[in-house]
C-alpha cells in the first residue's frame, strides 16, 4: 500500500511538471482578459469572427452530395460506386469474439484479426490468437477448435475413434461405426 501511494505522488508530480508551462500561459492568459478594455475586447472578438469567416463559406462549397453513403476518397469525394462493389465494401463481416462488430470489407474483416478488439477477445476466452483460428468468427467455433487442439497436442490412440476398417466395397469406415453397421447386417 505505502508503495502504490508512492507510486501515485511520483506520477501526480511529473504530470504538474509537464502541465506547469500550460497552467502559466493559461494564468497569464486570463490575467490580460481581466485588464482589458472593452474596446479592447471588441476588437478582439470582430478579429476572431473575420478569421472564421472565410472557412465557412469553404465548407459551403465543399458539400458534397452522397446519398448512397460511400465511403470518402484521397479528395475527400466519394469513391465511385464499381469501385465499392470492387473492393466488397458492400460486404458485411460481423465477428462474434470482437463483441458482434462489423467490418465493411474483405480487406477490413482480414485485417481486424490482428487488431486489438479481436486479440483482446481471444484472450478473455482463454485460447492464443494464431493463424489456426483465421476466420473463426463465433465464440462456440474458437472454443471447439481450441478443445480439438489441446486433444490432439495430448496425442494418445483412441481405437473407437482412430482405428479404421474396411469392407468388400472398399468403404473405410472407425470402428464404432463398422460394428454398428456389420450389427445391422448392411455390410
Not at 479528395?75 to 469501385?83: N, T, V
Not at 466488397?88 to 469474439?97: F, R, S, V
Not at 465464440?139 to 477448435?145: F, M, V
Not at 473407437?160 to 463398422?178: C, H, L, P, S
Request: hydrophobic letters at 35%; one cysteine or more.
Amino acid at each position: 500500500m505505502p508503495l502504490q501511494v508512492c507510486m501515485l505522488e511520483t506520477r501526480i508530480q511529473r504530470l504538474a511538471e509537464i502541465l506547469s508551462q500550460v497552467v502559466a500561459d493559461t494564468r497569464a492568459r486570463i490575467e490580460k482578459k481581466q485588464a482589458q478594455t472593452y474596446e479592447e475586447m471588441v476588437a478582439e472578438q470582430e478579429e476572431a469572427e473575420a478569421e472564421l469567416a472565410p472557412e465557412d463559406e469553404d465548407d459551403e462549397d465543399e458539400f458534397v452530395y452522397n446519398p448512397l453513403k460511400l465511403p470518402l476518397g484521397w479528395d475527400g469525394k466519394p469513391i465511385p460506386y464499381w469501385l465499392y462493389k470492387l473492393h466488397g465494401l458492400n460486404q458485411e463481416y460481423k465477428c462474434e469474439i470482437c463483441g458482434n462488430a462489423s467490418y465493411w470489407g474483405r480487406r477490413a474483416f482480414e485485417r481486424h484479426f490482428k487488431e486489438w478488439r479481436h486479440q483482446n477477445g481471444m484472450r478473455a476466452l482463454g485460447i492464443p490468437n494464431n493463424k489456426n483460428f483465421y476466420e473463426v468468427t463465433k465464440i462456440e467455433d474458437a472454443q471447439e477448435l481450441w478443445k480439438n487442439i489441446q486433444d490432439k497436442a495430448k496425442g494418445g490412440f483412441h481405437p473407437e475413434v482412430d482405428e479404421e476398417f474396411e469392407d468388400a466395397q472398399g468403404n473405410v469406415y472407425n470402428r464404432k461405426t463398422y460394428e454398428d453397421l456389420k450389427r445391422q447386417g448392411l455390410i
